[in-house]
């Protein structure tokens, strides 16, 4: 019987861990490639957005909020609520919606 249970809450430990892991990514990949490209909008820098960093931080923040929404127990008990969800959830959509088009 027990060995029945830990299938399932194995599965789930890894799912998370993915999961959690998953939403430092598109920051990280964002981060640095705003570095390596000049501060001026241009077509590429601009097309570059379009197909490959909105789309990419679209799932950034749908991971963030996935997370944010299962450890919002453990954030509320830290008292931490408000920080958690500005950094997992509002700056990545943030960087999605709301910047202009080719400023990275």
Do not use: Q
């Amino acid at each position: 019987m027990l060995n029945s249970t830990r299938k399932p809450v194995s599965y789930l430990l890894a799912v998370s861990l993915v999961l959690s892991s998953m939403v430092y990514v598109p920051g990280a990949f964002a981060e640095s490639y705003s570095h390596s490209i000049e501060s001026e909008r241009t077509g590429g820098t601009m097309m570059a957005d379009t197909f490959l960093i909105r789309p990419f931080m679209l799932v950034g923040t749908v991971v963030g909020l996935a997370t944010f929404i299962v450890t919002l127990p453990f954030s509320a008990l830290g008292g931490n609520v408000d920080e958690a969800g500005n950094i997992l959830v509002v700056e990545p959509a943030k960087y999605t919606f709301v910047r202009p088009l080719g400023e990275l």
